[in-house]
């Protein structure tokens, strides 16, 4: 099995910065593609950022030039840098990846992780 753990929410005042931080464990041969991922309350999840292997990246258009996503391979981690944070970012942020196992492509999601943003 594979699982998806994320870390680095919390509490912060509009203006502020966090975080957020996904390791990935568990049996598996590469980690094509990691993602963020956000659903606030009464709203659908929606992409924040995705980034590959190679480091490409793409990001949800009204998120460009405040968050930043990246990756260390090596740890098998994904980070969301998110800075000049608005109450309309408060969500529960979720990491997603695609992970080859056993010559298999499965899609897993972390537990979430609630960020609020103060006004």
């Known amino acids: 099995q594979v699982q998806l753990v994320e870390s680095g929410g919390g509490l912060v005042q509009a203006g502020g910065s966090l975080r957020l931080s996904c390791a990935a464990s568990g049996r598996f041969s590469s980690i094509p593609g990691m993602a963020w991922y956000r659903q606030a309350p009464g709203k659908q999840r929606e992409l924040v950022a995705d980034?590959?292997?190679?480091?490409?990246?793409n990001y949800a258009d009204s998120l460009k030039g405040r968050f930043t996503i990246s990756r260390d391979n090596a740890k098998n981690t994904v980070y969301l840098q998110m800075n000049s944070l608005k109450p309309e970012d408060t969500a529960v942020y979720y990491c997603n990846a695609d992970v080859f196992r056993y010559g298999l492509k499965f899609n897993y999601w972390g537990q979430g992780t609630q960020v609020t943003v103060s006004s």
């Open positions: 980034i590959t292997s190679g480091g490409t990246t």
